[in-house]
């Protein structure tokens, strides 16, 4: 069962959305040349084709985004793919970064989920950024305890998350999630990137089912 879930008004998400947008966008402004280039938590992809994703919906209509999917052949994560790679090679880290804070106020959304989808999409590709470079903690436990609260059978199967005999348990706030004989614990933020179906670097996680989600060298 889902411990500390709560809702959360409309005006809190908005405000969570545009802290989290100019918070990533500082940081990536301060980011060196290794860094943009190094590997995220996301498979494939380094620092700046997860910047030049978060931008997408910003710098793309909703039209053109459309035709990128007709020619992806309806498939979403070719298409998102496709455009992070095209994006990132040809815009620099500066407007990268840039087009984070510019939009931070922007209303977009991604289709389903609603207004706390848009902040968990943020919020876990800044982490799946600041994650891999090894950078402090720094999603605010608001924040990343809200995501949590957001965590369901339905989410964890969409974003391909496997939790069957896992209990998580957050070190850092009472949440908790699942009943499995195997304790995964963590940070918040650090188990909010577990829900997301993401492998960590070793270290960050605690217990007996911590190795499966912990990275091996030649994951990325």
Request: proline share 5%; with cysteine; glycine share 12%.
């Amino acid at each position: 069962m889902n411990s500390a879930q709560q809702d959360h008004g409309v005006e809190w998400i908005r405000e969570q959305v545009a802290a989290e947008r100019r918070e990533l966008a500082g940081l990536l402004a301060g980011l060196t040349t290794e860094q943009w280039n190094a590997p995220s938590l996301c498979g494939g992809w380094r620092v700046r084709e997860v910047a030049a994703h978060m931008s997408t919906g910003f710098r793309h209509s909703t039209l053109r985004t459309l035709r990128e999917l007709a020619r992806a052949g309806g498939n979403v994560h070719r298409m998102a793919d496709r455009v992070a790679r095209r994006d990132a090679a040809a815009l620099t880290t500066d407007r990268l970064a840039a087009a984070l804070a510019e939009h931070a106020e922007h209303p977009w959304r991604p289709p389903v989920g609603g207004r706390i989808a848009a902040l968990a999409h943020d919020a876990v590709h800044g982490l799946d950024i600041t994650v891999a470079l090894g950078l402090p903690p720094r999603l605010p436990l608001p924040r990343s305890t809200a995501l949590l609260g957001r965590v369901s059978p339905r989410s964890l199967r969409f974003f391909g998350a496997r939790l069957d005999g896992i209990r998580l348990r957050a070190t850092d706030t009472g949440w908790s999630y699942g009943a499995g004989p195997l304790l995964v614990e963590g940070r918040a933020e650090h188990l909010l990137l577990v829900a997301y179906g993401r492998r960590l670097p070793a270290g960050l996680l605690t217990g007996g089912g911590a190795e499966r989600f912990t990275a091996r060298g030649d994951d990325r």
